[in-house]
């Protein structure tokens, strides 16, 4: 383990317990961990969370209290308005 500057490098692993959060953000208000049954990425109301396979390209955009959208090679595919779903393309 070494640090450099402010960055923390881990080069064997990290093993955390069960329950045992990462918190990220001034506040702690996103948070990734494991209860020992279910893999948990988790944020705080009224935020957004953003899986991109790589730099600004959206694969899954989840809102709080919300529509969770998928993408495509960032081309909307899917999305869950309070309506319903709709599918962009074949089903």
Known sequence: MS??????VVKHGL???DNTKIKLG???DFKI???GSNNVIQGE?????????KSGENS???SS???VNLYCDNALKFETPPTGATV????
């Open 26 to 28: 001034s506040s702690d």
């Open 15 to 17: 093993s955390l317990a």
């Open 65 to 67: 209290d919300g529509a």
């Open 45 to 53: 109301a009224g935020q957004t969370l953003y899986i991109q396979a």
């Open 60 to 62: 899954i955009i989840a």
């Open 3 to 8: 640090t450099t500057h402010h960055d923390f």
């Open 33 to 35: 961990y494991h209860d």
């Open 88 to 91: 962009t393309g074949n089903l």
